[in-house]
């Protein structure tokens, strides 16, 4: 079962911000927080990974709490073609680890 | 994910007829793992193999559904005597060998329709 909880549903306005939370207050101190995201049912998207530290790359930011206990996923100027389920997954970070999907996200992004 | 090949993309069968699912991992990859995603539904795990092993198949209904990851070629997903019920995207994914840090790929999905 997963292990986080999202809101079902969020919107956005194009160019702005979207900030997408995510809570997983059963975290252990050896499981990394994951960011996926599914575009009208493609195949999932991998989008960044963090264990405490804050990550950024080219599609995003992680912010991580320092209880590590929630974290919040930035896409820092959304567009229409990010329009997605977003899903925040709690793993181990082996192989051994299968990805485990919620219900995710929702994100509309508004014109 | 564009590394990860799944074929067929589309695949129409007829109540009992068997399905066969491929899926080429990336390069490099030696696990490969599997997820139904129902209509209007979430990504469910179904299985979880390495080369010749069946690591995790908490996820896999008791019947007709069997996986396998030979040796050599792609991970194939079998369902037997399909039912309507089955109708479905099947996503497969792969990730490296176990003691590397990193995310797994999923392909494009097979799109299974049963008539």
């Known amino acids: 079962d997963a292990k986080t909880t999202q809101p079902t549903s969020m919107d956005c306005a194009e160019g702005r911000a979207a900030n997408l939370p995510c809570n997983h207050s059963t975290i252990s101190g050896n499981e990394y927080v994951y960011w996926y995201r599914q575009i009208h049912s493609q195949g999932p998207q991998y989008i960044i990974h963090?264990?405490?530290n804050n990550e950024t790359n080219e599609m995003a930011s992680l912010i991580i709490t320092e209880d590590r206990k929630s974290s919040t996923l930035i896409l820092p100027h959304a567009t229409l073609r990010d329009t997605a389920v977003y899903y925040c997954i709690v793993r181990g970070k082996t192989s051994y680890d299968k990805v485990i999907f919620g219900p995710g996200t929702s994100l509309s992004v508004i014109p | 994910n564009a590394g990860v090949m799944q074929n067929p993309r589309h695949l129409v069968r007829r109540r009992g007829q068997e399905a066969r699912l491929r899926c080429s991992p990336m390069k490099g990859h030696s696990h490969v793992y599997w997820y139904r995603q129902l209509p209007e539904e979430g990504l469910k795990f179904m299985v979880y193999l390495q080369k010749e092993n069946i690591i995790d198949e908490s996820g896999m209904p008791k019947e007709r559904f069997s996986a396998e990851f030979p040796k050599e070629g792609p991970s194939i997903l079998r369902i037997q005597q399909v039912v309507r019920g089955d109708s479905a995207a099947y996503f497969c994914?792969?990730?490296?060998?176990?003691?590397?840090?990193?995310?797994?790929?999923f392909g494009q999905g097979t799109r299974l329709t049963v008539v």
């Open positions: 994914a792969s990730s490296p060998p176990v003691r590397m840090n990193t995310e797994a790929f």
């Open positions: 963090g264990l405490k």
